[in-house]
């Protein structure tokens, strides 16, 4: 047996060139536009934000990425109404910023209280946002002045919270409607935006697979391949294999082998050699295939499975001669009952 090939998509078979290039250059752009994305303001980020780095951090204006709640907000159930709204809006929308405290070009207006009553701002924040469901990630931030010459009154806060890309929608508010972000506002989801985010989780999370096939226009070599199930990629993908059959011997190789390929889609499976087949009847034992890859968020996802060759692939046939015997013999028994039937 030889462990030499690797092939991106199925080269073996007569395809078309350049609908695989034009894959894989869309493919690259959406990747390199999801990549840019990741690297705006991520929630975490106002962790260690001061009155000093608001007017360098926050933008002039609101955006879908930002939306302003100026201090003159007073009532409380009001601001709450908004928060949930919000959280809502920003996770069904790939995340943002909502910031309480500030006019309509982000700047400070005076701040509100720290405190609702008894209970923390913080607090009364939390229990806002769990009215939405389901709840994903989030940070709160809160800012008062230490003297930079903002306008935050004394014993009031600007308030941040940072709402992360959600993998868990579509995420309903208390009053039982959807929503996401147009442009600088929060509005209603319609039924349809709705179904695509649910249907978005499965699209996102890479699904692998394996098969094992006889080698097009090589029958006497049995490949096994990795194949993605939806329409996410992975990428980095490792495989490695662990108690190998017997019979397959390499140079150097232990026990195992392990290969890596930049990225596997729906377009471009990977498959490679893994054995041939031989004269007379040689046992194949299954043997076990991890998986180890990412998506392009840089989430890590591992996956095992069991591979019994003749199982999938059928029992072990001598050679090409040898099928054509079966054919003859399966011929011969429909003769035969042909001529019982008459």
């Given amino acids: 047996m030889t462990i030499c090939t690797c092939q991106m998509g199925l080269t073996d078979q007569k395809c078309d060139r350049s609908y695989n290039y034009a894959s894989f250059l869309n493919l690259f752009i959406l990747s390199s536009k999801y990549l840019e994305c990741l690297t705006r303001h991520k929630p975490n980020d106002i962790r260690t934000l001061s009155d000093q780095d608001l007017s360098e951090f926050l933008p002039d204006a609101e955006d879908d990425r930002h939306e302003y709640k100026s201090s003159a907000i007073k009532k409380d159930k009001e601001l709450g109404d908004k928060i949930a709204k919000a959280a809502s809006g920003f996770?069904?929308?790939g995340g943002g910023l909502f910031v309480v405290g500030v006019d309509e070009n982000g700047q400070p207006d005076g701040g509100i209280s720290l405190n609702v009553g008894r209970q923390s701002?913080?607090?009364?924040i939390d229990q806002a946002i769990s009215q939405v469901m389901p709840k994903s990630c989030y940070v709160i931030h809160s800012i008062e002045n230490s003297g930079c010459g903002l306008n935050?009154?004394?014993?009031?806060g600007v308030f941040l919270i940072g709402f992360g890309d959600s993998e868990i929608g579509p995420h309903m508010a208390h009053d039982?409607?959807?929503?996401?972000r147009a442009g600088a506002h929060t509005v209603p989801a319609g039924?349809?935006?709705?179904?695509?985010?649910?249907?978005?989780?499965?699209l996102r999370t890479p699904l692998l697979s394996h098969i094992v096939r006889l080698k097009p226009g090589n029958s006497k070599v049995i490949q096994l391949?990795?194949?993605a199930l939806n329409a996410a990629s992975a990428i980095n993908v490792c495989v490695q294999a662990d108690m190998l059959p017997k019979s397959i011997t390499v140079a150097q190789l232990d026990e195992s082998f392990s290969l890596r390929c930049p990225f596997i889609s729906e377009q471009f499976p990977l498959f490679f050699d893994i054995s041939l087949m031989m004269i007379g009847r040689v046992e194949l034992p299954p043997f076990n295939l991890k998986?180890?890859?990412?998506?392009i968020a840089n989430r890590t996802y591992n996956q095992s499975f069991e591979v019994d060759i003749e199982r999938q692939l059928g029992p072990n046939l001598s050679s090409d001669k040898g099928t054509d015997a079966i054919v003859e013999k399966l011929k011969d028994i429909a003769t035969a009952i042909t001529k019982i039937k008459k």
């Fill in 225 to 227: 391949g990795i194949v």
């Fill in 176 to 180: 039982h409607c959807y929503y996401i």
């Fill in 91 to 93: 996770w069904n929308s």
């Fill in 291 to 295: 998986l180890t890859y990412s998506d």
């Fill in 152 to 156: 935050i009154e004394s014993g009031k």
């Fill in 191 to 202: 039924h349809f935006i709705v179904e695509a985010i649910r249907a978005r989780r499965g």
């Fill in 121 to 124: 701002r913080r607090d009364w």
